[in-house]
Structures are given as C-alpha cells and as structure tokens.
C-alpha cells in the first residue's frame, strides 16, 4: 500500500484537488480498461466534489458508478446516497443509466438487498465467491467516530470478510455497505476529510496504534494507493506516521 496525506487549506481547495485526482484516475483506468470503475461515497463533504465533477470533460458512456454505502431508504428520501449523488452530478451529465449501480434497498429486509447487490457486483466484475473485486476508485469519508461507509464501530459489519457487500448498524438503523476486504483492493481509495470536528477521529487513525474495532477506518489500508485529503481545519494538528 502507498499512503498519501495532503493537507489543502480550505473545502475549496480539498473540493479541487478531489476532482483533479478523481478525474485522473478515471481517466487513467479507462484509457487502460476501457471503462472505469468508482464507488461514491454518502455525507455531505462529496457533494461539493460532485458538483465539480459534473463540469469535467469524461466519456461518461465508459464510467460506472457505484456506491461505497447506502441509507436503507428510499432512492428519493432526503437521506438517500443515491439521490444525493444524483442531484448533484449524475443527473447534469450523459451517464448511460445502465453504468449506474445503486445500491437496492427496497427489500424488505436488509440482508436480502446485501446479498442482491453481492451478486450484481460479482456478475459485473466477473468474480467468483471468495474473490474481491479492485475497484479503480473508491471514495470514502469518516464520522467523528471514525466509522467510514456504513462501518461502523463495535459493528458486526467489521468482522464480514467472505462477502462484497454486507448490512452495517448506525445506532440500529439498517445500512448496505461494501466490506472491509473489498475497500482494501481497489486501486485507489480516496478519503475526503473537512472540518476541526474530524480531529479526534483522524489522531486515532492515524495513531500507530489503536483498535481497528473502535476505529474501523484504520482497517483501511487498499492493496493499492491510500490518499487522505484532509482541509487544514481537519488535519492542522495530525502527526502523520
Ligand atoms: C454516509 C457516508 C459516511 C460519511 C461519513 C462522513 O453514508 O453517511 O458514507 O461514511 O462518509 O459519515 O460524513 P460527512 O462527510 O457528512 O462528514
């Protein structure tokens, strides 16, 4: 793994250096691949970064979008991922809606839609049971607890190891989130970090050590390259090892 930390002065600055990273690596993955593969991720800190990324000059016929994690709600409730990322980006440009992949939470129950979107993700990328598919981007964020996508601590979701995609907990409310394994062997996964609230959570993951249960975005570490992109509120004080 290659772990980068940059510091941008300001949401501005992290929201264009995001995209510029984004754009190349999509740009990258598909002059290689002839398509390319990226997970969003949820919150509101992305959203900035979508909006820019909607003004980019891609061949979005050869990008397909995936989520990190999903809100177990409808796609067009407020909490929604999907909508939000929708709203923002997918909706302004010519994304065939055939390279969009939601995440499916209109199951009754949560486990079901997990296992639906473990089966699509697999036919997608041709993986057999056992194997992990390597995105070519993942994007994630981090709460102040130090969750990321819908891994959230003392969760069962952290111990899920056999499968893509699984059900994760926030405070019992149901989640669909792409696994630990998973995350680790995309080629690229970039957390977008803003904000002083994020200190705590950062010095703990950034720690040389600390429980991976406690903290679940430590367990983090991609087979590929590792950004952070943290604004300067959110890394001023981070004593990067
Ligand atoms: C979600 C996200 C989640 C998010 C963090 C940070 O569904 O909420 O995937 O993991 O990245 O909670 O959220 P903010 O960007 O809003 O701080």
Redesign the pocket.
């Known amino acids: 793994m290659n772990k980068i930390v940059e510091i941008l002065p300001d949401l501005t600055a992290l929201v264009e250096r995001s995209s510029e990273i984004i754009v190349e690596k999509l740009q990258a993955a598909i002059a290689k691949n002839g398509r390319a593969t990226i997970a969003l991720?949820?919150?509101?800190?992305?959203k900035p970064v979508y909006e820019k990324l909607s003004t980019q000059a891609l061949p979005w016929d050869k990008v397909h979008i995936f989520w990190?994690?999903?809100?177990y709600v409808s796609p067009d409730h407020p909490d929604s991922?999907q909508r939000m990322a929708r709203l923002a980006w997918l909706d302004t440009v010519p994304i065939p809606p055939a390279n969009i992949h939601p995440m499916p939470t209109d199951a009754a129950d949560p486990a079901i839609a997990a296992q639906q979107h473990n089966a699509e993700l697999q036919a997608f990328f041709q993986t057999r049971s056992g194997e992990f598919p390597a995105f070519d981007v993942i994007l994630?964020?981090?709460?102040?607890d130090a969750?990321?996508?819908?891994?959230f601590p003392q969760t069962e979701a952290l111990q899920v190891r056999d499968r893509l995609v699984t059900v994760g907990n926030k405070d019992g409310q149901p989640?669909i989130t792409l696994t630990i394994p998973t995350i680790n062997q995309a080629h690229t996964v970039l957390f977008?970090?803003?904000?002083a609230n994020?200190q705590p959570a950062l010095a703990q993951i950034f720690a040389p050590v600390a429980d991976e249960i406690t903290y679940p975005a430590r367990s983090i570490q991609p087979q590929g390259t590792l950004w952070w992109l943290l604004d300067q509120a959110a890394g001023e004080n981070l004593q990067s090892t």
């Open positions: 991720a949820g919150g509101s800190t992305p990190g994690d999903e809100r991922n994630l964020g981090i709460g102040d969750h990321t996508a819908s891994l989640r977008m970090i803003a904000g994020k």
